[in-house]
């Protein structure tokens, strides 16, 4: 190395223009003999660290730098030295620094001038020290991923071999490309990143960790560091929670189709044994004409309302039959197509009313309401299901009533009745499956009713009033809120199902 100055032993460095420069240095420097270290000059940084003042720096009383032979040797043979050491100053206090020393000669074996620069390490050192009992695993690695240093938290098994191995081998395998790219992209741009990732750190043992990304120097020269955090317990509890959630709602499902298989066989069974009476009536009143030679019109005529009784049976049956089928099958047509709900209420109500015989005049009050995705045959089948239910609840010639408009750029449907209304524990059960009032009915038409809303993410609301009828609300979200997610969906699970 080239020399900084050569000076005389016993000179020391001019005070003038040199040694304002000398004293403006932000780093302490002192210029001091070799061997014996007596100090020559020194600037004012180095005044202000030691807590000196020149004339006590230059008389000796500065600290003792703790060289050792080989250092000293080094040093006269003009090889420059460096080394950390803590100082002893005044008082007992003690300050780590950092000593970078420079002969300036004559070498040769001769005594020479050394000029030695003084770094205060103490900040640094504090850092360091809680870094290294921070809770969280510290490490650095270079540009090319090589990790340089860590910190106490990454102990014991997990922390043998892991300096100067690729950071990113640790990392599980299919998850390995998209790490790097993040911690690349983050020395690449300055931008801190965070992510989530599952660690292989030895046969057996996997982690999850979240882990901040920040660079060291511009452009990530310096590398970057990383602050891992463990999350494997959250992790586990996650995905048992996420178990336990699965096992309920299977759990909650076998309930609900144990309850659906009761009520059917139940709702089956009552008409079933109607028709086996029936059969056993109708088969004893054939015999006994058979016996007493009575005439085919007049075997019939007996067995005529007995048999009239069965087909009604048989028809409530298909009945159930049906509607459990619209309940429980996908529909064969699941194309979602966006259209003006008050288009598809207005169809609905023309065929209900087709079908009716105006036996429930029907009222209508269809303002226009922004498009909605929707599925055409199971909006009207909600229509006809709520119009049904409201002209079973309502005495004859009783009118219902419909309503479309836009409300909070929703699209609002409203199917009202004046019938008997409902009572607050039929209120409860209303969409439970098979639950219902009416001696005719299913219980299946508001079950398919709620059904068909949650499946176009829409909500569905009931007023009831014992004696003055019953109101149902349904508000449709606008095709721009519903489309991504349907879309995304559809036909996954052969529906609209999310």
């Not at 050491?85 to 070498?107: C, D, I, K, S």
């Not at 000029?115 to 809680?130: N, W």
């Not at 690349?184 to 750190?201: I, N, S, W």
């Not at 004409?289 to 009784?309: H, M, S, V, Y």
Request: charged letters at 25%; a neutral charge.
């Amino acid at each position: 190395m080239e020399a900084i100055r050569t000076v005389p032993v016993d000179a020391k460095p001019p005070r003038g223009f040199d040694a304002t420069l000398f004293d403006l240095l932000p780093d302490a420097v002192l210029y001091a003999t070799c061997p014996g270290f007596a100090v020559r000059d020194a600037n004012a940084a180095c005044l202000r660290l030691f807590g000196l003042t020149r004339a006590q720096l230059l008389a000796g009383a500065g600290p003792d730098l703790g060289l050792g032979e080989d250092q000293l040797a080094a040093l006269l043979r003009g090889e420059p030295v460096s080394l950390e050491r803590t100082l002893r100053l005044g008082e007992g206090a003690a300050l780590p620094a950092h000593l970078t020393l420079t002969p300036t000669g004559p070498f040769k074996g001769e005594p020479v001038g050394v000029v030695i620069v003084v770094r205060d390490l103490a900040e640094r050192k504090r850092f360091e020290a809680v870094l290294q009992n921070a809770p969280a695993q510290i490490l650095t690695i270079d540009r090319k991923g090589r990790i340089l240093t860590l910190n106490r938290s990454v102990r014991g098994a997990e922390a043998a071999g892991l300096v100067g191995i690729d950071a990113y081998s640790t990392v599980a395998e299919e998850d390995r490309e998209r790490v790097r790219a993040l911690v690349e992209g983050a020395m690449l741009t300055g931008q801190p990143v965070e992510y989530e990732t599952r660690a292989v750190l030895a046969p057996g043992v996997e982690r999850w960790f979240h882990v901040r990304v920040a660079a060291l120097g511009p452009d990530g020269g310096g590398g970057a560091v990383l602050i891992s955090t463990d999350v494997t317990r959250r992790r586990r509890d996650e995905a048992e929670m996420a178990l336990l959630r699965a096992q309920l709602a299977r759990g909650e499902k076998l309930s609900a189709l144990g309850g659906l298989v009761s009520g059917v066989a139940h709702e089956l069974r009552t008409p079933l044994t109607f028709l086996a009476n029936n059969a056993f009536l109708a088969q004893r009143r054939l015999d006994r004409a058979a016996r007493r030679g009575a005439t085919a019109k007049e075997a019939f005529d007996e067995t005529a309302p007995l048999f009239a009784e069965i087909t009604a049976g048989v028809d409530r049956i298909n009945q159930l039959v049906e509607d459990l089928r619209r309940y429980t099958k996908a529909r064969q047509d699941e194309t979602l197509a966006p259209a003006p709900l008050d288009s598809l209420v207005a169809e609905a109500v023309e065929l209900f009313r087709a079908t009716s015989r105006g036996r429930h005049p029907v009222e209508t009050s269809l303002s226009r309401t922004p498009p909605v995705l929707a599925n055409r045959g199971a909006v009207q089948q909600v229509v006809l299901n709520l119009l049904q239910n409201g002209a079973d609840a309502s005495p004859p010639g009783a009118p219902l009533r419909v309503v479309t408009r836009e409300e909070e750029g929703r699209a609002i449907l409203e199917v009202a009745d004046r019938g008997a209304g409902i009572s607050p524990e039929g209120m409860r059960r209303i969409y439970e499956p098979l639950y219902t009032t009416k001696e005719e009915g299913t219980g299946l038409g508001l079950t398919i009713v709620k059904r068909i809303v949650d499946e176009h993410e829409a909500e569905i609301a009931c007023e009831s009033e014992p004696g003055r009828g019953t109101r149902f609300r349904i508000a449709f979200p606008a095709q721009g809120r519903n489309w991504e997610r349907s879309v995304m969906t559809r036909g996954a699970e052969g529906g609209l199902h999310p």
